[in-house]
């Protein structure tokens, strides 16, 4: 059974600085997931990672796909308060799994 | 069109009711999704529809009843529910069961239900 983690669970920024949320998945996988969550809202599809070596960049946000090691980082740079939001990774291998999502605030 | 759409947006429903979550797209996708998310958690997969033909039931509990009536369509039917299914309902779409194209899922904005 795919399983995938999240970490850190809770990250609380200081506008301007850059951090590594990490994504990790136990199993063979074709693809990675990364969704954007807003509080009482639905999902915003980020990226899809379909490659080892994939990297994709969106304004302050850059996803990468690393699967030698089964490991995603989605990277912020020069973190806004429009930022905050949970993010979820999801790995696919037949069916989406989530991780628990990782719960970001970004403070002035 | 390049949403998915769901209807009620709120229900509330006693345990001896009977509803139905609505899902619709028109984008073409030949995959749905029905998700369901309990607060500050992720969201779990129930169903998902293929080319209109169920095919991966979670051993989701038979109060929960999907229904794909067409491409575009998605329905899920709710009977004699519990309090604890209280959650988010999420429909998502996806151009195939083996294919999401380069934006992954689009889900819809979702269903918040309440059973008391």
């Known amino acids: 059974e795919l399983k995938v983690e999240q970490n850190p669970l809770f990250l609380s920024m200081q506008e301007g600085k850059n951090y590594t949320i990490y994504c990790n998945y136990s199993t063979t996988s074709d693809r990675l997931y990364w969704y954007r969550q807003d509080p009482g809202k639905s999902l915003e599809s980020l990226f899809v990672?379909?490659?080892?070596?994939a990297v994709k960049q969106e304004g302050r946000l850059m996803a990468s796909l690393d699967t030698k090691a089964r490991l995603s980082t989605l990277h912020i740079t020069a973190a806004v308060h429009d930022l905050s939001a949970t993010y979820f990774c999801a790995s696919y291998a037949g069916k989406s799994t989530f991780g628990d999502g990782t719960t970001l605030t970004v403070k002035p | 069109d390049t949403e998915v759409t769901q209807t009620p947006k709120h229900l509330v429903m006693g345990m001896t009711n009977k509803k139905s979550l609505k899902c619709e797209q028109h984008m073409g996708h030949r995959a749905m999704y029905w998700y369901k998310q309990k607060a500050k958690k992720p969201p779990e997969l129930m169903f998902v529809y293929s080319y209109e033909k169920l095919s991966i039931n979670e051993s989701v509990p038979s109060r929960f009843s999907p229904e794909c009536p067409n491409s575009s369509l998605l329905n899920l039917h709710l009977h004699a529910l519990q309090p604890e299914d209280s959650a988010l309902y999420l429909c998502a779409s996806s151009q195939d069961a083996g294919r999401t194209g380069t934006y992954g899922y689009t889900f819809g904005s979702g269903t918040r239900l309440t059973v008391v």
């Open positions: 990672l379909l490659s080892n070596g």
